[in-house]
T-cell receptor, first 114, second 110 residues
């Protein structure tokens, strides 16, 4: 079974630029999560989708972060404009349903904002 | 104080040693996960627990719901076990959101 695919693996941008990350979950997984993991900390949930609807985006900084999952499959996370404190690993995960059955993380995108 | 606390933060062991990583949480939960994160960043789900004990190979996870505590044990540790181990809980009232501990960096020396 293919895992959760993310791209790019690494990205370096200057502050105030914009950036987008892509995630393709495991086939058939209805629930998709985006996490932000700052160095030395555990992941923090940014947004959770159930199919193409948002379940939880309470911790998403909506003034600069946006995410979509238009067809209920793959998803993009965008930051515009980026700040230095956005430097982190952005992890995508998916599960079959909200009970986390089959919960699987992608390898993440490491973002460095300079 | 974080809702999920792990100890120790860093752990160095010799190959073959028995290892224990602890996780304490302060909220009512419906499930607890133990995750393994390797240096490349990929995270693997090791266990999902809501009660009792689970075993997979050399890994054992236990949870005590009354004491709000879980432990991850590694028997006969090996250098390839070196990774960050993260405890995450799903709160009773947080829908399906996971709250993560800050992780325990384990290094097993040959």
């Amino acid at each position: 079974e293919a895992g959760v695919a993310q791209s790019p693996r690494y990205k370096i941008i200057e502050k105030r630029q914009s950036v987008a990350f892509w995630c393709n979950p495991i086939s058939g997984h209805a629930t998709l999560y985006w996490y932000q993991q700052i160095l030395g900390q555990g992941p923090k949930l940014l947004i959770q989708f159930q199919n193409n609807g948002v379940v939880d985006d309470s911790q998403l900084p909506k003034d600069r972060f946006s995410a979509e999952r238009l067809k209920g499959v793959d998803s993009t996370l965008k930051i515009q404009p980026a700040k230095l404190e956005d430097s982190a690993v952005y992890l995508c995960a998916s599960s079959q349903d909200r009970t986390f059955y089959g919960y699987t993380f992608g390898s993440g995108t490491r973002l460095t904002v300079v | 104080k974080n809702e999920v606390e792990q100890s120790p933060q860093n752990l160095t062991a010799q190959e073959g040693e028995f290892i224990t990583i602890n996780c304490s949480y302060s909220v009512g939960i419906s499930a607890l996960h133990w995750l393994q994160q390797h240096p490349g960043g990929g995270i693997v789900s090791l266990f999902m627990l809501s009660s009792g004990k689970k075993k997979h190979g050399r890994l054992i996870a236990t949870i005590n719901i009354q004491e709000k505590h879980s432990s991850l044990h590694i028997t006969a540790s090996h250098p390839r076990d070196s990774a960050v181990y993260i405890c995450a809980v799903r709160g009773e009232t947080s829908g399906s959101r996971l709250t993560f501990g800050e992780g325990t960096q384990l290094t097993v020396n040959p």
